[in-house]
């Protein structure tokens, strides 16, 4: 049975944490300097901030690992989507601000997904190595 590689776990999870940040400090600068509102425009630079976190997390650690891609990826997503909701719910109890969305309650549904996008990117790597042996 193979062993579960924590480093690749660890260091994935802290570029999903490290990109996650500065999606965050990003988007109030975006906002401001490219005068986009509230509206569509921002939401679509956000959610692919958030899927580049995701993929560049989950290829990350897929590639530090070697092997079992979508096994380390989705756990480095969803790892890394528990750890941003806790220190969300950290921050607005230590601020005072309202929990943006439903706050929680959805988080079962974005650990899935963020899990999967990084497992998706984690599988991906590992077919192109995999790939790249073959045809040498």
């Not at 579960?4 to 994935?12: E, H, Q």
């Not at 500065?22 to 569509?40: A, Q, R, T």
């Not at 750890?83 to 943006?100: D, E, I, R, V, Y």
């Amino acid at each position: 049975m193979n062993t579960v590689n924590p480093r690749a776990i660890l260091i994935g999870t802290a570029v999903f944490a490290l990109i996650y940040a500065v999606h965050i400090l990003i988007l109030p600068l975006l906002k401001n300097s490219l005068d986009m509102g509230e509206g569509g425009a921002m939401f679509a630079v956000s959610q692919m901030l958030g899927i580049a976190t995701c993929f560049i997390s989950g290829y990350t650690s897929a590639r530090i690992a070697g092997e079992r891609g979508f096994f380390y990826g989705f756990n480095v997503g969803a790892i890394g989507t528990v750890l941003s909701a806790f220190a969300a719910l950290g921050f607005s109890m230590l601020t005072g601000a309202k929990l943006p969305g439903t706050g929680l309650a959805t988080l079962p549904y974005w650990i899935f997904v963020n899990g999967s996008l990084a497992g998706f990117a984690g599988l991906l790597v590992i077919n192109m190595v995999d790939e790249g042996k073959r045809e040498q």
